[in-house]
């Protein structure tokens, strides 16, 4: 079989969107499709949670990148942050009323990842195997 290039239909330019709506755009969906943004977002829909319970309920994430990606959810009106003054201080992390409209999809996307994991994985291992050897 020979490779083969395909003349794609360029599709013409929107006069109602504006290139600075997509950086915008793409700035958020940057946070939002980040891998460990969107496990914190789906434990934090079952209310507040603490650092630590965070850290262990989401395997794999250093502690650092616990921190950056609450302060970046934080940052984007996702989560609140709520310090308690006790010894040693207790810090709760809870979902914003914008971060809990954004849970519903956050959660079907990673439901739809679960459910067709194993497709993906028989596409990824048909296409490894065809560009084997490139």
Not at 38 to 45: A, K
Not at 48 to 72: A, C, D
Not at 88 to 116: I, M, N, Q
Request: aromatic share 6%; glycine share 10%.
């Amino acid at each position: 079989m020979r490779p083969e290039h395909k003349k794609v239909p360029v599709l013409p330019p929107r006069s109602d969107l504006d290139i600075g709506d997509c950086r915008g755009v793409a700035s958020i969906l940057a946070r939002v499709g980040d891998k460990w943004s969107v496990f914190v977002i789906m434990l934090l829909g079952d209310g507040p949670r603490r650092f630590n319970e965070i850290k262990r309920m989401v395997g794999g994430i250093s502690q650092r990148m616990l921190t950056l990606t609450l302060r970046g959810l934080e940052r984007d009106g996702l989560v609140t942050r709520t310090v308690f003054p006790t010894i040693p201080p207790r810090v709760d992390y809870e979902l914003t009323d914008l971060g809990r409209a954004l849970c519903k999809p956050v959660v079907a996307l990673g439901s739809w990842a679960f459910e067709h994991q194993t497709e993906i994985q028989s596409a990824r291992a048909r296409f490894d195997g065809r560009n084997e050897g490139r």
